[in-house]
């Protein structure tokens, strides 16, 4: 059964647009916690453009399910990851001028210099997922440096513009997960899911994690966060319309 990790880092985004102290980001992961949610994600990003070093230290203090740490392959950010040591960390490729992750790791052109970093984050006992796309070389690329898990980037499937299309993305997450499944990696996914498109990715065999923000934060504008973490981790938990 897919468990629900929810990315916070919205809640940040509105305290940053007017540097105030609220919303509160640890008030919002004790209500995700509290209404279902099996993970808390927040992505610290090289612009600290949302979530701040503080807020990650005072998150670690606080989250009772698990804190995964999304962050770029940077000296800067792995070493505040070994500083924190959050549960799990999330290896993504990062760009300054993008809205939001683009696309997936290139785990196979960066292996190299994946390795050394997935090995020194599991010395300090952090499981490493890398976050890609749902292509073969990379799946492969994630098992021979090491790391624990795979994140398929759902963003084609999510923004697909014809259900032709939208079932072809879903197929190549299918067979991405299935190869990771028997490789022996844990299989998650993310980016772009919502209460219209998540089921069928919930449905994919084995998959475990999936982490989802922008849609729940976007629906707790009218419903509360409360209550729009508990339909979607209904939707995740009962994927069978």
């Known amino acids: 059964m897919a468990k629900l990790g929810v990315n916070i880092d919205h809640v940040a985004?509105?305290?940053?647009?007017?540097?105030?102290?609220?919303?509160?980001?640890?008030?919002?992961?004790?209500?995700?916690?509290?209404?279902?949610?099996d993970g808390i994600t927040v992505h610290l990003r090289e612009d600290r453009r949302h979530i701040q070093e503080r807020d990650v230290y005072l998150?670690?203090?606080?989250?009772?399910?698990?804190?995964?740490?999304?962050?770029?392959?940077?000296?800067?950010?792995?070493?505040?990851?070994?500083?924190v040591v959050p549960d799990e960390v999330c290896i993504v490729p990062e760009r300054r001028r993008e809205l939001t992750t683009e696309g997936g790791l290139d785990a196979w052109g960066e292996k190299g210099r994946l390795a050394g970093v997935v090995r020194r984050l599991k010395k300090?006992?952090?499981?490493?997922?890398l976050f890609i796309n749902a292509e073969p070389k990379q799946v492969?690329?994630?098992?021979?440096?090491?790391?624990?898990c795979v994140e398929l980037h759902t963003g084609a499937y999510a923004e697909a513009k014809s259900e032709k299309s939208r079932l072809r993305e879903l197929k190549k997450?299918?067979?991405?997960?299935?190869?990771?499944?028997?490789l022996g990696l844990r299989l998650n996914a993310g980016h772009g899911l919502n209460y219209d498109n998540v089921r069928p990715v919930a449905r994919i065999p084995g998959v475990g994690d999936l982490n989802i923000g922008h849609s729940i934060i976007s629906r707790s504008v009218f419903v509360g966060l409360a209550q729009a973490v508990r339909e979607m981790k209904r939707l995740i938990e009962f994927p069978s319309p």
Do not use: H, W
């Not at 492969?140 to 624990?148: D, L, M, P, S």
């Open 13 to 37: 985004t509105l305290r940053q647009a007017r540097f105030t102290t609220y919303p509160d980001v640890i008030e919002a992961a004790k209500i995700c916690e509290k209404s279902g949610a």
């Open 173 to 182: 997450l299918k067979q991405a997960g299935k190869l990771a499944v028997e």
């Open 59 to 83: 998150l670690r203090k606080i989250v009772r399910t698990k804190l995964n740490l999304e962050m770029a392959l940077s000296d800067e950010i792995v070493e505040f990851a070994l500083k």
């Open 124 to 129: 300090k006992g952090i499981l490493v997922s």
């Open 140 to 148: 492969r690329a994630a098992k021979e440096v090491g790391a624990n």
